[in-house]
T-cell receptor, first 113, second 110 residues
Framework: EAQVTQNPRYLITVTGKKLTVTCSQN?????MSWYRQDPGLGLRQIYY???????DKGDVPEGYKVSRKEKRNFPLILESPSPNQTSLYFCASSPRDSYEPQHFGDGTRLSIL | DQQVKQNSPSLSVQEGRISILNCDYT??????FLWYKKYPAEGPTFLISISSIKDKNEDGRFTVFLNKSAKHLSLHIVPSQPGDSAVYFC?????????FGAGTILRVKS
């Protein structure tokens, strides 16, 4: 089954404790992206990647890091999480670029106290 | 400053009638637009898209209209079904960046 898998689905943690949200896709897609969803703001793009070792900033990259060492994986790293990063996060992928429909994971709800 | 706005937070429609969801954007450089649907506890799923060189795209019950001069697009769902009840996001693209609106909650009453 074609899917984008995010882990964990839920996480409550404390300010400053580094965390990583993993994202993996099994569709051999080149394009992957991270979004955060906040009430009244919709989805905002954090980072995206066109292919292995190619990443670029979206609209809200501050406080986040990403890496793309393998085609299937695109982890989101919060080096020093802060309460304003409490949000619902989605990873997505598409065959080549954002012009094409993206497949989304089911989301990761992060609460940072 | 939101570049993509969905000014109606919610919309309620009777089953079988037309649902019209609206989206306005400010950047005339956006060259493609997409609509996604989202159910609770799930990720968004792609619905329909349109390139800036077109003014209409149709897929079954779903039609998207683009008015570039007004910087406005709309999604028409005809006929509406209870299973269409969800949050609908419009998104505008430039290069490989996507900007989403805040979403509209659609409720289709049976």
């Amino acid at each position: 089954e074609a899917q984008v898998t995010q882990n964990p689905r839920y996480l409550i943690t404390v300010t400053g404790k580094k965390l990583t949200v993993t994202c993996s896709q099994n569709m051999n897609h080149e394009y992957m992206s991270w979004y955060r969803q906040d009430p009244g703001l919709g989805l905002r793009q954090i980072y995206y990647s066109m292919n292995v070792e190619v990443t670029d900033k979206g609209d809200v990259p501050e406080g986040y890091k990403v890496s793309r060492k393998e085609k299937r994986n695109f982890p989101l790293i919060l080096e020093s999480p802060s309460p304003n990063q409490t949000s619902l996060y989605f990873c997505a992928s598409s065959p080549r670029d954002s012009y094409e429909p993206q497949h989304f994971g089911d989301g990761t709800r992060l609460s940072i106290l | 400053d939101q570049q993509v706005k969905q000014n109606s937070p919610s919309l309620s429609v009777q089953e079988g009638r037309i649902s019209i969801l609206n989206c306005d954007y400010t950047n005339s450089m956006f060259d493609y637009f997409l609509w996604y649907k989202k159910y609770p506890a799930e990720g968004p799923t792609f619905l329909i898209s349109i390139s800036s060189i077109k003014d209409k795209n149709e897929d079954g019950r779903f039609t998207v209209f683009l008015n570039k001069s007004a910087k406005h697009l709309s999604l028409h769902i005809v006929p509406s079904q209870p299973g269409d009840s969800a949050v609908y996001f419009c998104a505008a693209g430039l290069g490989n960046k996507l900007v989403f609106g805040a979403g509209t909650i659609l409720r289709v009453k049976s």
